[in-house]
């Protein structure tokens, strides 16, 4: 199993930058992929950013270009920077672990509004 914490999450104002993190209880080595989703009230959960155990990313259109996720192994922590936030960008931010048995876990999210 894989416990995962996320941190980060905050109230500010649009225009702002935020970093959340994600800290696993495991080696990250170890996990096949890690990524980001995010939930807004009454909206579908998203994915947000996705990086692969060979260090590639990828982003949603909404996110590209103002998001970066990054993985410190070192640390075991996934991160995800935000920048030029936006009132759309709010929601309740989620780190997620895919194994290579196809198991799946969630952290218990972060909460982010931009105003």
């Known amino acids: 199993d894989v416990q995962l914490v996320e941190s980060g999450g905050a109230s500010v104002q649009a225009g702002g930058s935020l970093r959340l993190s994600c800290l696993a209880s495991r080696s990250t080595v170890s996990i096949s992929r890690m990524a980001w989703f995010r939930q807004a009230p009454g909206k579908e959960r998203e994915a947000v950013a996705g990086?692969?155990?060979?260090?590639?990313?990828s982003y949603s259109d909404s996110v590209k270009g103002r998001f970066t996720t990054s993985q410190d192994n070192a640390k075991n922590t996934l991160y995800l920077q935000m920048n030029s936030l936006k009132p759309e960008d709010t929601g309740t931010y989620y780190c997620?672990?895919?194994?290579?048995?196809?198991?799946?876990?969630w952290g218990q999210g972060t909460q982010v509004t931009v105003s």
């Open positions: 997620v672990a895919d194994m290579s048995d196809d198991r799946r876990y």
């Open positions: 990086i692969e155990s060979d260090g590639k990313v």
